[in-house]
T-cell receptor, first 111, second 116 residues
Framework: DAKTTQPTSMDCAEGRAANLPCNHSTISGNEYVYWYRQIHSQGPQYIIHGLKNNETNEMASLIITEDRKSSTLILPHATLRDTAVYYCIVRVVFAGTALIFGKGTTLSVSS | EAGVTQFPSHSVIEKGQTVTLRCDPISGHDNLYWYRRVMGKEIKFLLHFVKESKQDESGMPNNRFLAERTGGTYSTLKVQPAELEDSGVYFC??????????????FGPGTRLTVL
C-alpha cells in the first residue's frame, strides 16, 4: 500500500473552507484515495473516495492532482462539529478491503 | 436503520481475566471488521469476516484473541487472558458485500477496554 503523509494538525475558522492535504507520491494505478474522519469518542466515519477525477458529495470535495501524487480534501464551510482527526488512506479497492489508518490530521475548527 | 452497535461501551477488568466484546453489524452487511486503538497508537486492523468466515485475520496480535461470527450475524471478540497492553478502544465496522464497487465501512462507537 502506498504511504501517505499528512500534516499533524491544522486550524480553521468556522465558516471558512478547510483544505486538508495528503501526499501519496508512491500511489499505484489501481489504488484509490479514501478519506475518513474520527470525531472525538466516536468511531471513524467515511467521507469520500476517488481514483483520479475530482469528487464531490454532501460532505466534502476531493481534489486529486493530475499525477495522482497528492490530493486535497475540502470542507467548504467548516463548522465546529467538523473538529476531528482526518485520515487519508490509499488502498487497492476490492470488496472487503480493510483500512490502514495512519496518524491523520487533527483539524481544529474555532469560532 | 440502526447503525453498528457494540457492547459493552466500557469494560474494566483485571489482568488475567477474560472479556468478551460484542458487535452487531448493520443488517444485511456481510463484511464485518474488528479494529483497535491502543493508547497513543494508530487504529489497527485486527480481522475481517465475510459472513461467518474469517477472510483475513492477519492483524490479530496473538492467540489470546479469539473472534467468532456464528451464523454470519453478530460477532464476538474474546480476550483470554487479558494483559495490560490490551487496553484500548476496540472498534467494529461493517459494509455490504459487493465485488463491483467500494462500499464504505460503517463503524460502531467502540468498546473502551481497560485492563488493570
Amino acid at each position: 500500500d502506498a504511504k501517505t503523509t499528512q500534516p499533524t494538525s491544522m486550524d480553521c475558522a468556522e465558516g471558512r473552507a478547510a483544505n486538508l492535504p495528503c501526499n501519496h507520491s508512491t500511489i499505484s494505478g489501481n489504488e484509490y484515495v479514501y478519506w475518513y474522519r474520527q470525531i472525538h469518542s466516536q468511531g471513524p466515519q467515511y467521507i469520500i473516495h476517488g481514483l483520479k477525477n475530482n469528487e464531490t458529495n454532501e460532505m466534502a470535495s476531493l481534489i486529486i492532482t493530475e499525477d495522482r501524487k497528492s490530493s486535497t480534501l475540502i470542507l467548504p464551510h467548516a463548522t465546529l462539529r467538523d473538529t476531528a482527526v482526518y485520515y487519508c488512506i490509499v488502498r487497492v479497492v476490492f470488496a472487503g478491503t480493510a483500512l490502514i489508518f495512519g496518524k491523520g490530521t487533527t483539524l481544529s475548527v474555532s469560532s | 436503520e440502526a447503525g453498528v452497535t457494540q457492547f459493552p461501551s466500557h469494560s474494566v477488568i483485571e489482568k488475567g481475566q477474560t472479556v468478551t466484546l460484542r458487535c452487531d453489524p448493520i443488517s444485511g452487511h456481510d463484511n464485518l471488521y474488528w479494529y483497535r486503538r491502543v493508547m497513543g497508537k494508530e487504529i489497527k486492523f485486527l480481522l475481517h469476516f465475510v459472513k461467518e468466515s474469517k477472510q483475513d485475520e492477519s492483524g490479530m496480535p496473538n492467540n489470546r484473541f479469539l473472534a467468532e461470527r456464528t451464523g454470519g450475524t453478530y460477532s464476538t471478540l474474546k480476550v483470554q487472558p487479558a494483559e495490560l497492553e490490551d487496553s484500548g478502544v476496540y472498534f467494529c465496522a461493517s459494509s455490504q458485500l459487493n465485488n463491483l464497487v467500494y462500499n464504505e465501512q460503517f463503524f460502531g462507537p467502540g468498546t473502551r477496554l481497560t485492563v488493570l
